[in-house]
């Protein structure tokens, strides 16, 4: 039962709802990490003891025994400090964001690549326009290419080497908008002044 500063009236702990909350948050986050790739592991702000039961919890595959290691994982974050929680629940977020940025710079690719397939000149134009240091031969080859192996039904060879060119030259430009914008540089990779 909770109790309450006789001098304030305020209540001295926690509701058992706003507990529930929190212990409901730490198992989704535990859900979270068993479901990570071992890279993402590495990455994430993890003490070495926590990080080894997640990847010993990973290799659970039956539904329920998973279940019940997920709710043991819990149990063991709910130890940690909460500055700890806070730190990995940040940087599950940044994954997620990453994720997500990723996704949509895929979908962009895949976008002008199907335009470039479809519309041809006109669509390289436009790209052409937006990306000046793209070679207009190396794309109109591919772009031919592609939309002649799409006719005969053969291998897409052509159709992915536009996707890989069409991701570098979309990657350059991303590059060069976050320099132009002043994000600031990684360590290490600050120009010089010389």
Request: aromatic residues 4%; hydrophobic residues 40%; proline residues 4%.
């Amino acid at each position: 039962m909770r109790g309450r500063d006789p001098e304030t009236g305020e209540y001295l702990d926690e509701s058992r709802s706003q507990k529930r909350r929190e212990a409901l948050d730490v198992l989704a986050m535990a859900g979270k990490l068993m479901e990570a790739s071992r890279a993402t592991l590495g990455q994430l702000p993890l003490p070495d003891d926590l990080r080894a039961l997640v990847i010993d919890s990973q290799r659970i595959t039956s539904h329920i025994a998973r279940k019940r290691q997920t709710q043991y994982l819990a149990k063991q974050m709910r130890r940690e400090s909460e500055e700890v929680l806070d730190a990995l629940r940040a940087a599950l977020e940044h994954t997620k964001e990453d994720a997500r940025r990723e996704a949509a710079a895929l979908h962009r690719i895949e976008h002008w690549r199907q335009r470039l397939i479809d519309e041809g000149d006109a669509a390289l134009a436009e790209f052409l326009a937006a990306h000046p240091t793209a070679d207009r031969q190396q794309l109109r080859v591919l772009v031919r290419n592609a939309r002649a192996e799409r006719l005969a039904n053969r291998p897409p060879h052509s159709f992915r080497e536009l996707f890989r060119v069409l991701r570098a030259l979309m990657a350059e430009a991303e590059e060069a908008a976050e320099d132009e914008a002043g994000v600031p540089y990684e360590d290490g990779d600050a120009p010089r002044g010389d």
